[in-house]
């Protein structure tokens, strides 16, 4: 089993920036192996996409929403990812998961819901002024 534990959220006026951070624990040899992403869920909406980097971390994919404002990366040698958001926007607030899934090729994207092997409990940002 692998736990996943998000950090960095808060309330951040509009333009502002946050990191967030989410460190893997447990059965973590094979975490440089796992395709990992972020998701968010606004309340009354379903959870959504934001953001994938494949294992080695060599590629990366954005939600249309975000592309130039949000940037994913990982550190495989401290099982971490981090999300770096940027010019936050009000539409931004949600509660923010990070999500891992083992298994597969290196240019894998975790895009898909069903796809998700372990979850992080979530990690709340707030954009209002």
């Known amino acids: 089993q692998v736990q996943l534990v998000e950090s960095g959220g808060g309330l951040v006026q509009p333009g502002g920036s946050l990191r967030l951070s989410c460190a893997a624990s447990?059965?973590?040899?094979?975490?440089?192996?796992?395709?990992m992403s972020w998701f968010r869920q606004a309340p009354g909406k379903e959870r959504e996409v934001v953001s994938a980097i494949t294992w080695r971390g060599e590629n990366t994919w954005y939600s249309d929403f975000v592309r130039g404002r949000f940037t994913i990366s990982r550190d495989n040698a401290k099982n971490t990812v981090y999300l770096q958001m940027n010019s936050l926007k009000p539409e931004d607030t949600a509660a923010y998961y990070c999500?891992?899934?083992?298994?597969?090729?290196?240019?894998?994207?975790?895009?898909?819901?069903?796809?998700?092997?372990?979850w992080g409990q979530g990690t709340q940002v707030t954009v209002s002024s």
């Open positions: 447990g059965h973590t040899f094979f975490f440089h192996t796992y395709a």
């Open positions: 999500a891992a899934s083992g298994g597969r090729t290196d240019s894998y994207y975790l895009l898909m819901e069903n796809d998700v092997d372990y």
